[in-house]
């Protein structure tokens, strides 16, 4: 009796866990590519997030599923999840910081997606400085050497995460990360890339090339 429950807990493994296993081994061969299934693995940029609760608490939290989603008006979306404490600030104060963590501050990106607001002052525990934005309320990081007063203009539910649409209504830069022309300087902003597929974060290389020279390689003389 016992060798046939083994047996039957057996073949529901074979049947319940083993197909997707070959399958996921059949698409390896299928063109050389390998299918991961339906997920959102994709490299993505490190902001962080800034909001005030209802008591007036500076929050900082970490965020890759964010995006620029507009050029006129200048738009911004962040998708969060509702756990998050940064959640409920936005929904209740309608506005939210972005601020870009240089190479330097990785440790304090990691920490700040890591930790709740719910529970500790990640302010005070990274010593890091909010400071309140002329033109929304949400703190930005003194530190960070970009950052971005945003105003919430549409909140869109789609699942696990619900994206904030927001205007921005100001960028500020430190003067350092700045090129002579006034263009942001990659190698001087040195921002973080986030794998999570590995739950890893990455600087990035050298510049590549300019988009109209490398562009001009197909385009007809
Ligand atoms: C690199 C990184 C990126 C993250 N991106 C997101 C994200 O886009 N959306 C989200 O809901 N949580 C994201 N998280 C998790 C939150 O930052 C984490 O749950 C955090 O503790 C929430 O903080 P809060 O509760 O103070 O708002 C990310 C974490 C890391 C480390």
Same mark, same amino acid.
């Given at each position: 009796m016992k060798y046939l429950r083994l047996t039957a807990g057996?073949?529901? *493994?074979?049947?319940?866990?083993?197909p997707p296993a070959l399958h996921a081994q059949e698409q390896a061969t299928a063109g050389g590519m390998k299918s991961l299934g339906a997920k959102t693995v994709l490299p993505s940029p490190v902001w962080v997030i800034g909001s005030y609760d209802s008591e007036g608490k500076a929050n900082a939290m970490t965020a890759s599923w964010v995006t620029i989603s507009c050029s006129k008006p200048p738009c911004v979306s962040i998708s969060l999840r509702e756990a998050t404490y940064t959640f409920g600030n936005?929904?209740?104060?309608?506005? #939210?910081? %972005?601020? =870009? /963590?240089?190479?330097?501050y990785a440790?304090?990106?990691? #920490? *700040?997606?890591?930790?709740?607001?719910?529970? %500790?002052?990640? *302010?005070?525990?990274?010593?890091?400085? /909010?400071?309140?934005?002329?033109?929304?309320?949400? /703190? #930005? =990081?003194?530190? *960070? /050497?970009?950052?971005?007063?945003?105003? %919430? =203009?549409?909140?869109?539910?789609?699942?696990l995460h619900t994206m904030f649409v927001a205007e921005v209504?100001? %960028?500020k830069v430190s003067p350092k990360i700045l090129d002579k022309e006034g263009n942001l300087d990659m190698a001087k902003l040195q921002p973080l890339v986030f794998n999570p597929s590995s739950w890893e974060l990455f600087g990035v290389g050298g510049m590549v090339g300019p988009v109209p020279g490398l562009a001009a390689k197909y385009m007809k003389k």
């Open positions: 057996a073949l529901a *493994f074979l049947l319940l866990i083993a936005i929904m209740n104060m309608g506005a #939210y910081t %972005v601020n =870009i /963590p240089s190479e330097k440790t304090a990106a990691a #920490y *700040f997606g890591t930790v709740s607001g719910r529970d %500790v002052d990640k *302010f005070a525990a990274t010593g890091l400085t /909010p400071v309140k934005s002329e033109l929304v309320n949400a /703190p #930005y =990081i003194k530190e *960070f /050497p970009l950052v971005m007063e945003c105003h %919430v =203009i549409q909140v869109v539910r789609l699942g209504k100001d %960028v």
